[in-house]
């Protein structure tokens, strides 16, 4: 794959980001945080609220699986992309858990291997898990 294909592949990925569910969806999900494994799923089956959380996870796996089979540079994708890392922090500390629940030890396996992947992936992982962690925080405080 040329540079300009992965770039080409990347602005019609950033494309489908702008259509109007998608921006609605992603907007929820950044205030999202689950504290466990039942209230993804309770949230994932909730008929408000649901299909955004689907949307959002399922945008980002194939995404990433588009880096993982070659489709796109894994480092230009890492130069202009950030929210996969959000999505999957809020992913991956339930992550085990869902992928017994659903019988499916494969559950984001693209989207961990991107966003884990290599150690300048996995340091920007921790670094965005720790801000999130402070933002929720910040926030329950301010709502106590």
Same mark, same amino acid.
């Given at each position: 794959?040329s540079k300009v294909e992965s770039a080409d592949l990347i602005l019609k990925l950033y494309?489908?980001?702008?259509?109007?569910?998608?921006? *609605?969806?992603?907007?929820?999900? %950044?205030?999202?945080?689950?504290?466990?494994?039942?209230?993804?799923?309770?949230t994932m089956m909730d008929p408000e609220v649901g299909g955004y959380l689907r949307m959002?996870?399922?945008?980002?796996?194939?995404?990433?699986?588009?880096?993982?089979?070659?489709?796109?540079?894994?480092?230009?994708?890492?130069?202009?992309?950030?929210?996969?890392?959000?999505?999957?922090?809020?992913?991956?500390?339930?992550?085990?858990?869902?992928?017994?629940?659903? $019988?499916?030890?494969?559950? %984001? $396996?693209?989207?961990? *291997?991107?966003?884990?992947?290599?150690?300048?992936?996995?340091?920007?992982?921790? *670094?965005? $898990?720790?801000?999130? *962690?402070?933002? %929720?925080?910040?926030?329950?405080?301010?709502?106590?």
């Amino acid at each position: 794959m040329s540079k300009v294909e992965s770039a080409d592949l990347i602005l019609k990925l950033y494309d489908l980001r702008r259509e109007e569910t998608m921006r *609605k969806a992603r907007d929820w999900m %950044f205030s999202f945080n689950p504290t466990s494994a039942a209230e993804y799923m309770q949230t994932m089956m909730d008929p408000e609220v649901g299909g955004y959380l689907r949307m959002v996870t399922s945008y980002w796996e194939m995404a990433a699986s588009f880096v993982t089979h070659g489709a796109i540079d894994a480092q230009m994708f890492e130069d202009t992309a950030g929210e996969h890392t959000i999505v999957f922090a809020k992913v991956q500390p339930h992550l085990a858990e869902l992928r017994e629940i659903w $019988q499916s030890p494969t559950a %984001f $396996q693209h989207l961990e *291997k991107v966003v884990t992947g290599t150690p300048e992936a996995a340091e920007r992982f921790a *670094k965005t $898990q720790a801000w999130l *962690k402070s933002m %929720f925080d910040q926030s329950s405080g301010a709502s106590a």
